[in-house]
């Protein structure tokens, strides 16, 4: 591909100001400056840099962020700095045939929740992650108001029902940590889902972490804002 090509396709600007950051001097590839646009190049393991910054050839970018209280996950939040501002430019702006530009984050989590985010601009694996029929597994840490009794987490398991929802949700797996503290395994992803089961089993969510999605954990040293791009392992541990 060439190479104005490739930095379009990864969300460095419009074809003409990607042309003109090679023609600048500010593209290297493999540890070379290329000054022509019209280069080609095999993107098989491609890496290159721009204006200082190493960059992999990605046919689709697939990531984890470390959400951070605080943040919303929409492009255009209400109160809260958006998530999306956490993240590099071009990846904000990778092109895509849909009207949406850039990635986009796999559900969403609530302002004061923090972990694991996945973003992507694969539509096709946004769907599977999210879809319920696929069941992957999200586990959350939950901090409760009130100490956790068995009853509760009986309650937890055999399944809740939700004000506006008639069919009862239940907790994949849910274990008391301690007497605060609640491990709890979702298989869907329903609007506050977590403090709406913590509701009505008489509980309260004081704070919530998801620290799992499907079998790949968030890194101990993933700091809260940092992302990271995932890996063909993490992905083989997203399978659902
Ligand atoms: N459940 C909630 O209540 N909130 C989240 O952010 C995620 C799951």
């Known amino acids: 591909m060439r190479l104005e090509d490739i930095l379009f396709s990864q969300g460095f600007g419009t074809r003409r100001v990607c042309a003109g950051l090679v023609q600048q001097g500010h593209v290297a590839v493999h540890g070379e400056t290329v ?22 050839f990605k046919a689709h970018a697939y990531l984890m962020l470390h959400k951070p209280a605080g943040t919303e996950c ?6 809260w700095p958006s998530i999306y501002t956490l993240l590099p430019a071009p990846l904000r702006q990778r092109p895509q045939k849909a009207a949406v530009q850039g990635v986009q984050a796999v559900g969403r989590l609530d302002q004061d929740t ?25 586990v959350y840490e939950v901090s409760t108001k009130h ?9 937890l398991l055999a399944g809740v029902v939700l004000e506006d929802d008639p069919k009862p949700v239940k907790a994949a797996a849910c274990e008391a940590v301690s007497e605060l503290h609640l491990k709890l395994t979702l298989t869907e992803g329903k609007y506050h889902q977590v403090k709406r089961m913590l509701a009505a089993v008489g509980n309260r969510v004081e704070g919530l972490h998801r620290s799992q999605i499907g079998a790949l954990s968030l890194p101990a040293d993933l700091m809260p804002g940092q992302w990271r791009w995932l890996s063909q392992a993490d992905l083989a541990l997203l399978k659902p």
Do not use: C, R, Y
Request: charged fraction near 25%.
């Open 35 to 56: 000054t022509d646009a019209g280069e080609f190049f095999d993107l098989d393991g491609l890496h290159f840099n721009v204006q200082g910054t190493d960059w992999p």
């Open 74 to 79: 929409s492009q255009k939040p209400s109160t």
């Open 114 to 138: 923090t972990g694991m985010l996945l973003l992507t601009d694969d539509g096709q694996f946004i769907h599977k992650m999210s879809s319920p029929k696929h069941h992957v597994p999200k």
């Open 147 to 155: 100490p956790i009794t068995p009853e509760m987490v009986d309650k």
